[in-house]
């Protein structure tokens, strides 16, 4: 089972240049959700999604857009990136509601902006 | 912003050793705390986790303790092994509330033999 998938695991961008992280998963989970992690700071939700074809800001969501076209990809984009957005980003999804809460992480993808 | 407040950062423990990481947590409404642990270059995965109408929750050599009155909650490691060496994040939300899942900043934990 691939459970979520991130593509791509690594990149590096110049300030200015834009780039989507792609998120899938193949457990028709209904929620996915864009974590950024940095030393120090824990896991802080970007943005979220509970269904197909809806967003939802989290706790940092400035700089960061979000699409759910189809249930099971979520796409985190950044439009003009800067140095402050070097970070490894995760991607999760659950259940959704009644589900007893549990997220199911990918294995990050690490940027880094020069 | 609703905050769940880990410590301590790092830990270092010979193996056999019983780590404890400590949380506090802020919001009365919180009822659902797992644990979460990462291992270097993974993602985070659900360890454990507790709901307030229980002070004790074990599994293996994880335990969690819940102090409803004082709004913390900590996890110990029973004789730990080299590979526990690992991150762990505590979190807290109302239950089945998974988009409001707030973490804590993280424990590095090192388990040397």
């Known amino acids: 089972n691939a459970g979520v998938t991130q593509t791509p695991k690594f990149r590096v961008l110049k300030t200015g240049q834009s780039m989507t992280l792609l998120c899938a998963q193949d457990?028709?989970?209904?929620?996915m959700y864009w974590y950024r992690q940095d030393p120090g700071m824990g896991l802080r939700l970007i943005h979220y999604s509970v269904g197909e074809g809806t967003t939802a800001k989290g706790e940092v969501p400035d700089g960061y857009n979000v699409s759910r076209l189809k249930k099971q990809n979520f796409l985190l984009g950044l439009e003009s990136a800067a140095p402050s957005q070097t970070s490894v980003y995760f991607c999760a999804s659950s259940q959704g509601q009644g589900s007893g809460g549990e997220l199911f992480f990918g294995e990050g993808s690490r940027l880094t902006v020069l | 912003q609703q905050q769940v407040k880990q410590s301590p950062q790092s830990l270092i423990v010979q193996k056999g050793g019983i780590p404890i990481i400590n949380c506090a947590y802020e919001?009365?409404?919180?009822?659902?705390f797992p644990w979460y642990q990462q291992f270097p270059g993974k993602g985070p995965a659900l360890l454990i986790a507790?709901?307030?109408?229980?002070s004790e929750k074990k599994e293996g050599r994880f335990t969690i303790s819940f102090n409803k009155s004082a709004k913390q909650f900590s996890l110990h490691i029973m004789d730990s092994q080299p590979g526990d060496s690992a991150t762990y994040f505590c979190a807290a939300s109302k239950t089945w509330v998974t988009d409001k899942l707030i973490f804590g900043t993280g424990t590095r934990l090192q388990v040397f033999p």
């Open positions: 457990m028709n989970h209904e929620y």
């Open positions: 507790i709901r307030p109408d229980v």
């Open positions: 919001n009365t409404a919180f009822d659902y």
